[in-house]
Antibody, heavy 119, light 107 residues
Framework: EVQLVESGGGLVQPGGSLRLSCAAS????????MSWVRQAPGKGLEWVAN????????YYVDSVKGRFTISRDNADNSLYLQMNSLRAEDTAVYYC????????????WGQGTTVTVSS | DIQMTQSPSSLSASVGDRVTITCRAS??????LSWFQQKPGKAPKSLIY???NLQSGVPSRFSGSGSGTDFTLTISSLQPEDFATYYC?????????FGQGTKVEIK
């Protein structure tokens, strides 16, 4: 079964850091682009970042550039999102998603992990 | 950035109704468009990719059409499990952007 399982969410103070993980199983992880997408409470979906199969290409939404870093470990079938200098507006459910062989359509999603930035 | 605008923002419909949701891109995105369904407290589910291709396992009552800037998602006969929020998303360029969502409610 193709599956993505996120972990690492929690409560963090403004200015703090958090590292999200996404464990992939049931497919050839190293053959696919991967994405992070977030959803603030009561709001719509917002794409956050993409990473290429071998990690050589990364793309970010402007609001997280310089603060968030997407990475992956193909040997461990894992995707990561390092989040630094967190702000209240980063509070959201964070989903990892598989983004195809060319970084396009996101066809498989994890269940999400909740990040709350508050003092 | 490419802006994606969905209409309507919400609609009320009955089981068996034909429902159409529109998504408009602020510039030409060819057919690089996906549709997602999301139920409360759940992750989004991919329905359609490349504007008109049904994901595996998605019922055939769902269909997508369009190219360029104007796209539609149609549910031919609304079922109880279809009440949800639907999002379009473009992947022609970065940043990837979503529509604001269309909530389909029970009349």
């Amino acid at each position: 079964e193709v599956q993505l399982v996120e972990s690492g969410g929690g409560l963090v103070q403004p200015g703090g850091s958090l590292r999200l993980s996404c464990a992939a199983s049931g497919f050839a992880f190293s053959s696919f682009w991967m994405s992070w997408v977030r959803q603030a409470p009561g709001k719509g979906l917002e794409w956050v970042a993409n990473i290429k199969q071998d990690g050589s290409g990364e793309y970010y939404v402007d609001s997280v550039k310089g603060r968030f870093t997407i990475s992956r470990d193909n040997a461990d079938n894992s995707l990561y999102l390092q989040m630094n200098s967190l702000r209240a507006e980063d509070t959201a459910v964070y989903y990892c998603a598989r983004a195809g062989r060319s970084g396009g359509s996101m066809d498989v999603w994890g269940q999400g992990t909740t990040v709350t930035v508050s003092s | 950035d490419i802006q994606m605008t969905q209409s309507p923002s919400s609609l009320s419909a009955s089981v068996g109704d034909r429902v159409t949701i529109t998504c408009r891109a602020s510039q030409d995105i060819n057919n690089y468009l996906s549709w997602f369904q999301q139920k409360p407290g759940k992750a989004p589910k991919s329905l359609i990719y490349l504007a008109s291709n049904l994901q595996s396992g998605v019922p055939s009552r769902f269909s997508g059409s369009g190219s360029g800037t104007d796209f539609t998602l149609t549910i031919s006969s609304l079922q109880p499990e279809d009440f949800a929020t639907y999002y379009c998303q473009q992947y022609k360029s970065y940043p990837r952007t979503f529509g604001q969502g269309t909530k389909v409610e029970i009349k």
